[in-house]
């Protein structure tokens, strides 16, 4: 499956009239998509969880909180709540990207040898519009972060479908690219960066709206297809 490559356009006026949510059987929680702006306690919950999240991890210089929380490059954050009302997890788009300068991942490459491979593959796909998904975090109850997190997966998607641009990309440890790979995403075949500390190996991974489903396990596939198509056909919405 294929589609053509997409015209970007400016996508700095982008505004959501209203959240979007829905129930996600497998993670048995709701979905929520929404802005900082439009749900303020909500992203405030978000980054209080993922804060707690990375500092219990021991990678808590890897999200500054401090320098986020404004809200001013998050086009669109995610949340899953059960019916507890405890959040289980989230992740935030940064951008649409501009160039190379405006993505976190120059910070993370910064010294490294990947670096100017980092800034080639983001410079020559930013007028097609990117999106960086950015401060993703799951619930620590095993019996259900896995589901979590491939429930996060594709959450790309929903913005590629929102802003309609063609490029989705993110940062992290092998482990976890592992999971999110499983909507379509591309590990780039850039050497790792040792962020946040020499511990890791981050690595970057690339979703393209145009050849995703080459790469989708068949069950993702099917959501995400099913899931951008009831985001589409807003306002009627049911999942």
Request: contains cysteine; negative net charge; charged residues 25%.
């Amino acid at each position: 499956m294929s589609v053509p490559s997409l015209e970007f356009h400016d996508y700095a006026a982008f505004r959501m009239p209203e959240n979007i949510s829905w129930w996600d059987r497998d993670s048995r929680s709701t979905m929520v998509i929404s802005t900082p702006e439009l749900d303020s306690a909500l992203w405030s919950e978000y980054l209080c969880c993922a804060e707690r999240s990375y500092r219990k991890h021991g990678v808590e210089k890897a999200l500054d909180v401090a320098a986020i929380a404004d809200g001013a490059d998050t086009a669109i954050f995610w949340a899953l709540v059960d019916d507890d009302g405890v959040m289980l997890g989230g992740v935030r788009a940064k951008g649409p990207l501009t160039g190379a300068d405006d993505s976190h991942a120059v910070v993370e490459w910064a010294g490294h040898e990947g670096l100017p491979m980092v800034r080639k593959m983001i410079d020559d796909r930013a007028p097609f519009g990117i999106l960086e998904m950015k401060s993703a975090w799951t619930t620590d109850d095993r019996s259900r972060a896995g589901l979590v997190s491939t429930a996060l997966a594709r959450s790309g998607f929903h913005a590629l479908e929102l802003m309609g641009i063609q490029f989705c990309m993110a940062t992290s440890a092998p482990h976890i690219l592992e999971r999110w790979g499983s909507s379509g995403g591309v590990v780039a075949p850039i050497p790792a960066a040792a962020y946040p500390d020499e511990r890791y190996r981050t690595k970057m991974m690339w979703w393209d709206r145009r050849t995703f489903a080459n790469h989708a396990d068949p069950e993702q596939l099917s959501k995400i297809l099913r899931e951008t198509a009831a985001i589409a056909s807003r306002p009627a919405i049911a999942l």
